[in-house]
């Protein structure tokens, strides 16, 4: 079956800090990437997206390539700021036989980051 | 905004009672999903909806049944709720495969 990995949390950074954030992934075929971002007391929003082996997405100064070689899609960051604290959250879509994913996520576990001045 | 409305927002019920939670959507989104957030697990998937009356089971399905009369509602129900299920609940739609998903802002359910 499918599963994501991220790196144990928490993450604490100083302001100006660089960011990364490791993310792993098993699956079936070829899947679609993701990272999304949770603000305190609300839902999550997609932070950024890969559909296939190098790509590279990226939003907000934020980044994150695709690496079918080492099944990672890491999160990276060269400057985070206090506004970017957040819990982060890496995820996977697969297509099932017939060619549909329905959009089904696979999420890992989050990773709480807290950004100090 | 993406158009979900998720009601209660908060609930605080006692074991063995039955609970429905409500997803609105304004989006006229094909898909809608039911997530459970939980420390130390992410989110996982309940049970999805891929059109009206079409839904699936998810990964953590049990205890747990949905309905879909309409595009828009997308409804939750704990039969019986138990304390495994307290928890924050989320919703999200998405046009079709392949396009963002959308979540809405969350339900927390305690169950006493």
């Known amino acids: 079956g499918n599963s994501v990995t991220q790196m144990e949390g928490p993450v604490t950074l100083s302001e100006e800090a660089f960011l990364t954030i490791n993310c792993t992934y098993t699956a079936t075929g070829y899947p679609s990437l993701f990272w999304y971002v949770q603000y305190p007391g609300e839902g999550l929003q997609l932070l950024l997206k890969?559909?296939?082996?190098?790509d590279k997405g990226s939003n907000k100064g934020f980044e994150a390539t695709y690496r079918k070689e080492t099944t990672s899609f890491h999160l990276e960051k060269g400057s985070v700021q206090v506004s970017d604290s957040a819990v982060y959250f890496c995820?996977?879509?697969?297509?099932?036989?017939?060619?549909?994913?329905?959009?089904?996520?696979?999420f890992g576990q989050g990773t709480i980051l807290t950004v100090h001045p | 905004d993406a158009g979900i409305t998720q009601s209660p927002r908060h609930k605080v019920t006692e074991t063995g009672t039955p609970v429905t939670l409500r997803c609105h959507q304004t989006e006229n989104h094909r898909y809608m999903y039911w997530y459970r957030q939980d420390p130390g697990h992410g989110l996982r998937l309940i049970h999805y909806s891929y059109g009206v009356k079409d839904t699936d089971k998810g990964e953590v399905s049990d205890g747990y049944s949905v309905s879909r009369s309409k595009t828009e509602d997308f409804l939750l129900t704990l039969e019986s709720a138990t304390s495994s299920q307290t928890s924050v609940y989320f919703c999200a739609i998405s046009r079709g495969a392949g396009n963002t998903i959308y979540f809405g802002e969350g339900s927390w359910l305690t169950v006493v």
């Open positions: 995820a996977l879509s697969t297509s099932n036989a017939g060619g549909t994913s329905y959009g089904k996520l696979t």
């Open positions: 890969a559909t296939k082996a190098d």
